[in-house]
């Protein structure tokens, strides 16, 4: 793997691991660990972004550190999260409505 797609692989790993705070969690207390309390306030903070540009400044000049959070991010993959909702019937809603990945509003004919 190239060192561009080693250090975005291994970023894109230590924010979820870092931001679910669940100590107990071991890729959460490996991660704070070998990482410190800096890069845990950014994740108590909600500071992604901030989280993923100096984490990937700090492993472009430490390979050292990006060897070890790539076999972090090996020995404690995040889960994948599936999740499928059906609902019939109307819907009210008030406030906003965020949504990622696929999402079907009307009718699916895909029952096949």
Request: net charge negative; charged share 10%.
């Amino acid at each position: 793997m190239d060192p561009v797609t080693a250090i975005g692989a291994a970023v894109a790993w230590a924010w979820p691991a870092m931001a679910s705070g669940v100590a107990g969690n071991a890729a959460y207390d490996a991660l704070k660990a070998l990482l410190g309390v800096r890069y845990q306030a950014y994740a108590e903070q909600g500071k992604e972004e901030l989280f993923k540009e100096v984490l990937s400044s700090m492993l472009e000049q430490n390979q050292a550190l990006l060897d070890e959070l790539t076999a972090l991010a090996a020995k404690h993959p995040q889960p994948v999260n599936h999740n499928t909702h059906s609902i019939s019937g109307n819907i009210n809603i008030g406030g906003s409505i965020n949504a990622g990945g696929n999402v079907t509003i009307g009718h699916n004919n895909n029952s096949n």
